[in-house]
């Protein structure tokens, strides 16, 4: 009777692990994701690696059976995602397509009611001898209309962008030029007529010089309008390290890319932050920063868009000044949902990053 008592137990125990053993081997399956390297992949919204050469893809083993979404991104593409059922001990195969550009579509204004602005830059032009006649045809400018030069300087301040022939009339000769006017940008011509010679004077560069507020400057757009014409980085005894731009999971929308998108990228952000009880994010420290240089007090700040960021790595850390860490800095451009763009300032490459990572921050300001 003990002995088969003891026999029992055994058989019991055995039919016990291999029951623990079907549970076990039918519990998971695994992904194959064939995809180009160097693409991100999620697995119900976690990062869990990179494609990759090696792999043709990537491999996901030991996924728990059930439903999961899988999405995979690339830098400046629109991202793809699929939904699965994955079964036990089942190789699922997903094949990524062919990845489609994401394009920023930019448009402002109420209705096509809408005044539009015209798009346009300005002229200064100084010759030798200075009494000189200028034509512009396609201006009406000529000896009767504004075109008698009899002073140093000679100029013309909203000129719609676009090519203009001008012709320099003086000593019995005349010198036609193929002037090209672009927008915001002043085109200094520094005529000769002597030598029958026209050079175009370029404007004294600013990039890099100590801005109002005692930080450096590191873009021009040429001239002043919308209230600016140069973006300063704030000095680096501002900066902040370990702050995340918050959001996550929800998207805000109504973020820019461009140059001049920082500062509504930012009121956009705060405000819906702000909204949501949320605090200690990139934006609010950037949007609450006060700096004080010579007796005067600056506090417009704000987080800089993607490509205002990039012009700061540019202009200002790669010439060696600025006093930048070689680390992820944050900008104001939101990716999706989950993601917002930043900058590896250790080599220039721009990424999507999860919003609740802890990245730096350096505010920039414009006047």
């Given at each position: 009777?003990?002995?088969?008592?003891?026999?029992?137990?055994?058989?019991?125990?055995?039919?016990?692990?291999?029951?623990?053993?079907?549970?076990?081997?039918?519990?998971?399956?695994?992904?194959?994701?064939?995809?180009?390297?160097?693409?991100?992949?999620?697995?119900?919204?976690?990062?869990?690696?990179?494609?990759?050469?090696?792999?043709?893809?990537?491999?996901?083993?030991?996924?728990?059976?059930?439903?999961?979404?899988?999405?995979?991104?690339?830098?400046?593409?629109?991202?793809?995602?699929v939904k699965i059922d994955l079964k036990s001990n089942e190789i699922y195969v997903y094949e990524v397509k062919e990845f489609i550009p994401q394009l920023e579509v930019?448009?402002?204004?109420?209705?096509?009611?809408?005044?539009?602005?015209?798009?346009?830059?300005?002229?200064?032009?100084?010759?030798?001898?200075?009494?000189?006649?200028?034509?512009?045809?396609?201006?009406?400018?000529?000896?009767?209309?504004?075109?008698?030069?009899?002073?140093?300087?000679?100029?013309?301040?909203?000129?719609?962008?676009?090519?203009?022939?001008?012709?320099?009339?003086?000593?019995?000769?005349?010198?036609?030029?193929?002037?090209?006017?672009?927008?915001?940008?002043?085109?200094?011509?520094?005529?000769?007529?002597?030598?029958?010679?026209?050079?175009?004077?370029?404007?004294?560069?600013?990039?890099?010089?100590?801005?109002?507020?005692?930080?450096?400057?590191?873009?021009?757009?040429?001239?002043?309008?919308?209230?600016?014409?140069?973006?300063?980085?704030?000095?680096?005894?501002?900066?902040?390290?370990?702050?995340?731009?918050?959001?996550?999971?929800?998207?805000?929308?109504?973020?820019?890319?461009?140059?001049?998108?920082?500062?509504?990228?930012?009121?956009?952000?705060?405000?819906?932050?702000?909204?949501?009880?949320?605090?200690?994010?990139?934006?609010?420290?950037?949007?609450?920063?006060?700096?004080?240089?010579?007796?005067?007090?600056?506090?417009?700040?704000?987080?800089?868009?993607?490509?205002?960021?990039?012009?700061?790595?540019?202009?200002?850390?790669?010439?060696?000044?600025?006093?930048?860490?070689?680390?992820?800095?944050?900008?104001?451009?939101?990716?999706?949902?989950?993601?917002?763009?930043?900058?590896?300032?250790?080599?220039?490459?721009?990424?999507?990053?999860?919003?609740?990572?802890?990245?730096?921050?350096?505010?920039?300001?414009?006047?």
């Open positions: 009777m003990k002995h088969k008592r003891i026999i029992f137990i055994s058989l019991l125990l055995l039919l016990i692990n291999l029951m623990c053993l079907f549970v076990f081997t039918q519990g998971v399956g695994y992904i194959q994701i064939k995809c180009e390297p160097g693409s991100m992949v999620l697995l119900d919204n976690n990062l869990v690696g990179k494609t990759s050469l090696e792999q043709v893809g990537l491999i996901l083993q030991d996924v728990p059976v059930g439903s999961h979404e899988i999405k995979i991104i690339k830098e400046g593409f629109e991202p793809q995602s930019i448009e402002s204004g109420e209705s096509d009611t809408d005044t539009i602005k015209q798009k346009i830059g300005s002229l200064l032009i100084e010759t030798i001898p200075i009494d000189c006649i200028i034509e512009i045809p396609k201006l009406n400018i000529n000896k009767e209309h504004y075109g008698n030069k009899t002073k140093k300087t000679w100029e013309i301040p909203n000129i719609p962008i676009g090519s203009y022939s001008v012709h320099f009339i003086a000593l019995g000769k005349k010198i036609e030029y193929e002037l090209k006017i672009e927008e915001g940008i002043q085109k200094h011509l520094l005529v000769n007529i002597l030598n029958n010679e026209v050079k175009e004077i370029a404007p004294p560069s600013t990039i890099g010089k100590t801005g109002p507020a005692g930080g450096l400057i590191f873009y021009d757009k040429g001239s002043y309008s919308d209230g600016w014409q140069y973006l300063e980085a704030a000095p680096a005894s501002t900066e902040w390290t370990g702050k995340q731009w918050g959001s996550y999971k929800t998207k805000i929308g109504g973020t820019g890319t461009g140059i001049g998108t920082g500062q509504s990228n930012t009121t956009t952000i705060v405000t819906w932050l702000n909204s949501q009880g949320e605090a200690g994010k990139a934006t609010q420290f950037c949007d609450a920063l006060v700096v004080e240089n010579n007796g005067v007090t600056y506090s417009d700040w704000f987080l800089p868009s993607k490509v205002e960021l990039n012009l700061m790595y540019e202009n200002l850390h790669l010439e060696g000044v600025g006093s930048f860490a070689g680390n992820y800095y944050w900008s104001s451009s939101e990716y999706d949902d989950y993601f917002a763009w930043s900058q590896y300032f250790y080599d220039g490459t721009q990424y999507g990053i999860l919003k609740g990572g802890t990245l730096w921050v350096r505010a920039v300001r414009a006047f």
